[in-house]
């Protein structure tokens, strides 16, 4: 659950906060003074800070400066009520995240507490390399034993004790931006900020502005003066993700940050000098950009220092096992039994083409997570694109004879069952109140009657109990309702 500390001294204000943030994902504290704020994060290690200015005792400028030194990392957000906003101003340059004039919008002050703790997260979660850790001792990773991963890992390594620039590529899903984040949390600048930005999701009149600021009245709209990303990220680290969609005037201006590591607002005239690490990613070919003439080649050259490949799913399926059991286990949360996978399933998504990459692996278990009916998730529970050449193998080989068993009925599979048993005993030692016998039992019932298409008295001679006891387990476990059998 995310932490938020409001700090102003008007009771009216905390009430509305109290509303607006009535949430199970939001724990809401507050503070009537800056110095009371100050002591309280000490004690409730906020995620997130929105003070205002003008207050009795130490200020918000005052404030921002304290917390600044006990925690560079935690977003502030300032709130002034006066027109006059250079007082927050100065304090963006102090390395506030934004500020917010009274009376604030609420869509807009709920977008920018959203956009804050996703910030707050993306500096605070260390983006562990794998597998030398175990998936429930970190939040997020970038995880995987296949050689094309363990060749990111080396150049991770390599490029994040400096300061080169680096460009991360490869196709949507395939973890760029954590790419970024392993250099960032590995490198000299990981204490100060790691800003993200997407380039795609920004129109483009208004990129150049929410990277480096602007002047009051540089265009229409443009009431006070803003203060950009790059002086927001002064001394850390920023990520431009979907580089490749910048249009030419933004990336003129990105060239000379690199070159001389200064720029001016739009509409100013005063440069402005800011020592920031940039990382790029793109899942556009930018040398074919660059041969069109849709991207500057000085600037690709540039940017292009470190080139960091990310293989997509389907180059490094050897993964795919590590990273269903990473999230399960994520996706049921802390002190949460994670559910299982079965052999077939898991086969299955071995088996998928994953134009999604590890984004579309994860949304599936996530699915399947929700629709299992049981402990373990089935070939059912797996949306049908992912089973579909799964099926189609199955009813090509439907008319070939099928093997028997000593007892002359179909014989199941016996392969499965130590990796079934070996992953059950892996979770039963995490978790000592995990029914692991029921679930074997029930699983094992499952892998039989699929064997024998359904067939109990096939599926208990291979089980060796009675048809009568099978008959009872599948009505104890509803395996009738799940397999539709008879």
Request: aromatic share 6%; proline share 6%.
């Amino acid at each position: 659950m995310n932490k938020l500390l409001l700090i102003d001294d008007e009771a009216d204000v905390q009430y509305s906060f109290r509303r607006i943030f009535d949430s199970p994902d939001l724990e809401l504290h507050t503070a009537s003074s800056g110095e009371e704020g100050i002591r309280r994060i000490a004690e409730l290690r906020p995620d997130l800070v929105i003070t205002d200015i003008r207050m009795a005792g130490i200020n918000g400028l005052e404030t921002l400066r304290r917390i600044r030194q006990l925690d560079p990392k935690l977003p502030v957000i300032l709130m002034t009520a006066y027109g006059t906003t250079q007082m927050a101003i100065e304090a963006m340059k102090l390395g506030a995240y934004d500020y917010l004039l009274k009376p604030f919008d609420v869509p807009k002050l709920k977008q920018l507490v959203g956009d804050a703790l996703k910030a707050a997260r993306d500096m605070r979660q260390t983006v562990a390399l794998g597998p030398q850790l175990e998936p429930q001792d970190y939040d997020l990773g970038v995880i995987g034993r296949s050689e094309p991963m363990q060749n990111v890992f080396k150049l991770i390594g390599q490029v994040a004790p400096s300061d080169a620039t680096v460009l991360v590529t490869g196709e949507s899903g395939t973890g760029k931006e954590l790419v970024a984040r392993a250099i960032y949390h590995n490198g000299k600048r990981s204490a100060q900020p790691f800003v993200a930005i997407n380039c795609a999701a920004i129109p483009e009149n208004l990129l150049e502005s929410e990277l480096f600021g602007h002047e009051k009245g540089a265009f229409t709209g443009a009431s006070q003066q803003r203060i950009g990303k790059f002086e927001q990220c002064n001394g850390g680290t920023l990520f431009l993700d979907e580089i490749g969609d910048m249009s030419p005037a933004t990336q003129t201006k990105i060239l000379r940050v690199l070159q001389s590591g200064t720029f001016e607002r739009v509409g100013g005239n005063v440069p402005i000098k800011v020592d920031v690490r940039l990382i790029a990613a793109t899942n556009k070919p930018l040398e074919e950009a660059v041969a069109s003439r849709q991207f500057r080649e000085d600037l690709f050259y540039r940017l292009n220092v470190v080139r960091i490949q990310t293989p997509p799913l389907r180059d490094r399926r050897d993964d795919i096992p590590l990273l269903v059991d990473y999230f399960l286990r994520k996706t049921a949360g802390n002190g949460a039994v994670p559910k299982i996978i079965g052999t077939a399933a898991l086969a299955a998504l071995s088996a998928y083409h994953w134009p999604g990459n590890v984004r579309e692996l994860e949304n599936v278990i996530r699915r399947a997570t929700v629709v299992a009916k049981g402990p373990a998730i089935l070939v059912n529970d797996l949306p049908p694109e992912v089973t579909a050449s799964v099926r189609q193998a199955a009813a090509g080989s439907a008319a070939a004879p099928a093997a028997t068993s000593a007892t002359g009925g179909p014989r199941a599979d016996a392969a499965s069952i130590p990796e079934l048993a070996q992953m059950l005993f892996r979770y039963a030692r995490a978790d000592t109140k995990l029914r692991v016998l029921p679930a074997v039992e029930r699983e094992l019932i499952i892998q039989a009657l699929k064997e024998t298409a359904g067939n109990q008295v096939q599926a208990a001679r291979i089980l060796g109990i009675t048809r009568a006891t099978l008959r009872k387990r599948v009505d104890k476990f509803g395996i009738r309702r799940e397999l539709n059998v008879a």
